[in-house]
Nanobody, 117 residues
Framework: HLVESGGGLVQPGDSLRLTCVAP???????MAWFRQAPGKEREFVAA??????YYADHAKGRFDIDVDNSKDEVYLQMNSLKPEDTAVYYC???????????????WGQGTQVTVSS
């Protein structure tokens, strides 16, 4: 099971750090964050495996994905948040650190992030 936490209501420009607990997944598998806004497809945010991180264009320069293998946790540090970042954020795990959600076979339940003034 993957369990996300850390979502909430913030104002534009604020920061938020999401945490995903991923027992026995962070060392040998790729870990990723996706998000889904109302009425939209689930989209890639960031992924990491073996120390290499990959970001969607909308996340580059603002978001940072990191892993703590000793805690089996994955983080998504989100800075300079915008209203368009409002979505449910999901943690996922799979063999490859890719952008396609179809390549991930373990998912969390999601955590809501709302950016609004």
């Amino acid at each position: 099971h993957l369990v996300e936490s850390g979502g909430g209501l913030v104002q534009p420009g604020d920061s938020l750090r999401l945490t995903c607990v991923a027992p026995e997944r962070t060392v040998s598998y790729a870990m990723a964050w996706f998000r889904q806004a109302p009425g939209k497809e689930r989209e890639f945010v960031a992924a990491i495996r073996a120390g290499f991180a990959y970001y969607a264009d909308h996340a580059k320069g603002r978001f940072d994905i990191d892993v703590d293998n000793s805690k089996d946790e994955v983080y998504l540090q989100m800075n300079s948040l915008k209203p368009e970042d409002t979505a449910v954020y999901y943690c996922a795990s799979g063999r490859l650190a890719v952008r396609s959600k179809d390549e991930y076979d373990y998912w969390g339940q999601g955590t809501q992030v709302t950016v609004s003034s």
